[in-house]
């Protein structure tokens, strides 16, 4: 009766039992996944995974060191020429395969994932799995690409990947089904926090027979990490992480021709000026600072509002943050979870600690935590120097920090003043000044009226203290692959056939039918008419056929 009363919402917990069971079916102790086997070594250092919102041990790790990392290295270096021998189809089918897989199973996959790092369950299965399936297929798509598209290109070589604790899953297909796709064998290890997505995708892996060698998954803290970037053995490291280790991999590389993608931290603004639509901006900030407990590299957690509309923006937003739950990650109704561990919960308490001992009003909601795990309530620093703390330094955490600016000119030296450059938001119903602004923001990614909109086909990346590089779409694939070295010869390069196959010169002998089609409207559509004509190549020999558009085609372009 309480809750009809109310009209508050009530709990909607998932069952964590796909994940418990996967785990028990383990054992709950993992190993090293190298040249195709599990490797359980007896001597090796172990570490237990907990979930950060109960204390609860799920798992045992084991942490690798230098005789992992050499075995690693070298059954990846020795299976990478075989594998970009392969035809881009060929390759295609592996990821393809990945996909489908992580699809078929992924309510397992976010239960691993909220267990794991603390997030909601909604987020997992709403945003983190369904984007790391894209990108695989996504990905997929390019393997038969990429030879036609850069034929005077080649694959990196072997590739080390470490990817960070706040989106192990999605960081993952990020970095691997790029490497993969052409033609690289990858050598990944997840943070010690996280590593149970990684391991289940490792089994996937071995699940759909992808050759031995192509993938190598080493688990372990920091030591194994420096470890893997001192070894000499690596044509190129991916990493996302925080900017005080990407400078330390920057250093420990500099003596090496060992290729680099660094995605490090952000402090993004989020810019609203007076025209916005405030209710909408409200939603905005809400994903911006308070996805995944603001544990996101390009969070939104510097609010620059115009002075005239500012306090009624405040105040918009404390009244949505009252609305906003924090509890259970497993709780589908709850919109925080916790943060991922103790040591980053005690990092946010001691700089929202150091903010308001410097004179910053801090507010926070009214509301529950629960007496047990990392959790922390969202926070509201109001009216923020550009000086202080909490404007500059990344907290990792759900506090975002409010700045007033007058003018469009002073809006962008705020949003400068930062070293950072991932990420940044405007909101503006005129999108003139919007579409102005936004190229002048020192940032490698600006979202107008909207925030965090991701695509395996759009590049990603920083500037600046936020690393250098980017990852998907044409950007990101180009980081792993290198120019090709060919004598010349004076005779035109062949392109190869993205399928395999060979080109027949008639469409009655192709093997492939390949349907005529036009771009309409963002997408492939065929031509109304049902005709198409042939397109002759110098020597009369036939190229192909292209559709014949009719009026109803015309008007639809």
Known sequence: ???????????????????????????????????????????????????????????????????????????????????????????????????????????????????????????????????????????????????????????????????????????????????????????????EQTPLTALWFAECCHRIGLPAGVFQLLTGDGRTGEELVCSKGLDKIAFTGSTSVGKCIRKLTADSDCKLTLELGGKSPFIVFEDADLDAAVEGVVDAIWLNQGEVCCAGSRLLLQESIAEKMVGKLQQRMQQLRVGNPLDKAIDIGSLVSKIQLERVKRLTTEGAMNGVTLWQPQISLPETGCFFAPTLAIDVDPSSVLAQEEIFGPVAATMTFRTPSEALELANNTMYGLAASVWSENINQALHLAPLLQAGVVWVNCTNQFDAACGFGGYRESGYGREGGREGLLEYMKPKVTAFTGKKLKRPDVQGLSHTTTLEGSEIHRTAKFFIEGKQARPDGGTVRPVWNKDGSLAGAVGQGNRKDLRNA
């Open 1 to 191: 009766m309480t809750l009809f009363q109310k009209l508050d919402y009530g709990p909607a917990p998932e069952s964590d039992q796909p994940g418990q069971l996967w785990l028990e079916s383990h054992h709950r102790s993992f190993g090293f996944y190298l040249n195709g086997n599990w490797e359980l070594p007896k001597d090796a250092e172990l570490f237990s995974v907990e979930n950060p919102a109960t204390g609860e041990q799920l798992a045992t790790c084991r942490q690798a060191g230098s005789r992992e990392i050499t075995q690693a290295l070298s059954g990846a270096r020795e299976a990478q020429p075989k594998w970009e021998k392969l035809t881009g189809h060929q390759r295609a089918k592996y990821l393809y395969a990945l996909a489908r897989e992580m699809q078929q199973h992924s309510r397992v996959l976010s239960v691993l994932e909220t267990l794991d790092n603390g997030k909601p369950f909604r987020e997992s299965r709403d945003i983190d799995i369904p984007l790391a399936v894209r990108h695989f297929y996504h990905h997929a798509g390019w393997a038969q690409l990429v030879e036609e598209e850069y034929p005077r290109h080649v694959a990196t070589g072997v590739v080390g990947q470490i990817i960070p604790w706040n989106f192990p899953l999605l960081m993952l297909a990020w970095k691997v089904a790029p490497a993969l796709a052409c033609g690289n064998t990858v050598l990944l290890k997840p943070a």
